[in-house]
């Protein structure tokens, strides 16, 4: 099966400052990267997905990156601003696993003010 | 995402007590699945169901039990063979294959 480590496990950056966080699968069939934003007590919230089919994705001050052939893909958030304090969690989806999705152990992002 | 609805929001099991945590959405979505997460983890798949009257275990199934008898419903049962059922407890829903998931509010489940 699939198995996704996800690297740092805490974040801390000043408000303004970038902030990138990544992950690693282990499955080269994998074709689908998806991220989540997790407010405490909350539920996983999708903020960004990439295909494989794509190596870079942006949407604002979010944007994913993928590396096919190194098996790893990144989220990078630009301008950081202390409500994108949460935890993050990257997922990997092997093509032929009826959309299983396999998570890493998610980042604890603190912005500062 | 405000049509996956999780409930109870809080439950409390006795030991030796079976216990159903209730998933339904009204989006006509295809598969539903469920994860557990334990406080600073990663989410852990449970059970998963791509089609009305059929579900498969995912990684960590044993002591838990579904059911898919309609679409927009998929209730999890956590039995008294779940020796440590204290987590948080997250249902997820998706269109279709090529779609993302879309989760609950979650339940959290905690032993008396």
């Known amino acids: 099966g699939e198995n996704v480590e996800q690297h740092p496990s805490t974040l801390s950056v000043q408000e303004g400052d970038s902030a990138v966080i990544k992950c690693t699968y282990s499955d080269s069939a994998s074709n689908y990267f998806p991220w989540y934003k997790q407010e405490l007590g909350k539920r996983p919230q999708l903020i960004i997905d990439i295909r494989s089919n794509v190596g870079e994705k942006k949407d604002q001050r979010i944007a994913v990156t993928l590396n096919k052939t190194a098996k790893h893909f990144s989220l990078h958030i630009t301008e950081t601003q202390p409500e994108d304090s949460a935890v993050y969690f990257c997922?990997?989806?092997?093509?032929?696993?009826?959309?299983?999705?396999?998570f890493g152990g998610g980042t604890r992002l603190m912005v500062k003010p | 995402d405000g049509g996956i609805t999780q409930s109870p929001k809080y439950l409390f099991r006795k030991e030796g007590q079976n216990v159903t945590l209730s998933c339904e959405q009204n989006?006509?979505?295809?598969?539903m699945y469920w994860y557990r997460q334990d406080p600073g983890q990663g989410l852990r798949l449970i059970y998963y169901?791509?089609?009305?009257?059929?579900?498969q275990k995912g990684d960590i199934a044993e002591g838990y039990s579904v059911s898919r008898e309609k679409k927009e419903s998929f209730p999890l049962t956590v039995t008294s063979a779940q020796k440590n059922p204290t987590a948080f407890y997250l249902c997820?829903?998706?269109?279709?294959?090529?779609?993302?998931?879309?989760f609950g509010d979650g339940t959290r489940l905690s032993i008396l």
């Open positions: 997820a829903s998706r269109e279709y294959s090529n779609q993302p998931q879309h």
């Open positions: 997922a990997a989806r092997l093509n032929n696993a009826g959309n299983m999705l396999t």
């Open positions: 989006l006509n979505h295809d598969a």
């Open positions: 169901s791509q089609i009305v009257n059929d579900f």
